[in-house]
T-cell receptor, first 116, second 116 residues
Framework: NAGVMQNPRHLVRRRGQEARLRCSPM?????VYWYRQLPEEGLKFMVY????????ESGMPKERFSAEFPKEGPSILRIQQVVRGDSAAYFC??????????????FGQGTRLTVV | GESVGLHLPTLSVQEGDNSIINCAYS??????FIWYKQESGKGPQFIID?????DKRQGQRVTVLLNKTVKHLSLQIAATQPGDSAVYFC???????????????FGTGTRLTIIP
């Protein structure tokens, strides 16, 4: 059973370009979370999705950022018109349920976005 | 603001010695905590968790202690090895959310370095 797969591992974009980050959850997992981590800081929640639904996007910037988790295929975090401040590591986690259901969230290896 | 936070950003320990990493939280209603280990260039990895109906939980070479009176928890690693060098985060699920999800709030992290 493969773990949470994120690609690309490293992504370089020029200011103004679009960044698309992909996350394939573990098999059987229908809950996906995206987090952002700035250097030397903890992870900050961005968005929580279930298949075809955004459940909680309270951590997402209001502009330029969007996320989806289609019925088929990976979850996508999309950043339009990237700026230098978007440079960070973006982590995806997946779970079969919620922590109250005694399920554990597993993290991917992350995508390191660098905006030049 | 964040509920969880760490006392020390860095900790150096001689190989073979025990290490203790601390974490404070502010929400007295917090009832579940998780410790994660993040190695360089990787995603967070679950180490151990504890619920508020316990004050101690042991795993393999790791022990988590929870003191609800002073809202403090600690991660003890016994007989440290070079592979223990990493950043350690405490985290707690967001119970306040109305969405029923378990998005995590992470502390800043403590960087543990094992000295050979």
């Amino acid at each position: 059973n493969a773990g949470v797969m994120q690609n690309p591992r490293h992504l370089v974009r020029r200011r103004g370009q679009e960044a698309r980050l992909r996350c394939s959850p573990m098999k059987g997992h229908s809950h996906v979370y995206w987090y952002r981590q700035l250097p030397e800081e903890g992870l900050k929640f961005m968005v929580y999705l279930q298949k075809e639904n955004i459940i909680d996007e309270s951590g997402m910037p209001k502009e330029r950022f969007s996320a989806e988790f289609p019925k088929e295929g990976p979850s996508i975090l999309r950043i339009q018109q990237v700026v230098r401040g978007d440079s960070a590591a973006y982590f995806c986690a997946s779970a079969a349920g919620t922590a109250s259901m005694n399920t554990e969230a597993f993290f991917g290896q992350g995508t390191r976005l660098t905006v030049v | 603001g964040e509920s969880v936070g760490l006392h020390l950003p860095t900790l150096s320990v001689q190989e073979g010695d025990n290490s203790i990493i601390n974490c404070a939280y502010s929400n007295s209603a917090s009832d579940y905590f998780i410790w994660y280990k993040q190695e360089s260039g990787k995603g967070p990895q679950f180490i151990i968790d504890i619920r508020s109906n316990m004050d101690k939980r042991q795993g393999q070479r790791v022990t988590v202690l929870l003191n609800k009176t002073v809202k403090h928890l600690s991660l003890q690693i016994a007989a440290t090895q070079p592979g223990d060098s990493a950043v350690y985060f405490c985290a707690e699920p967001d119970r306040v959310s109305n969405f029923g999800n378990e998005k995590l709030t992470f502390g800043t992290g403590t960087r543990l370095t094992i000295i050979p």
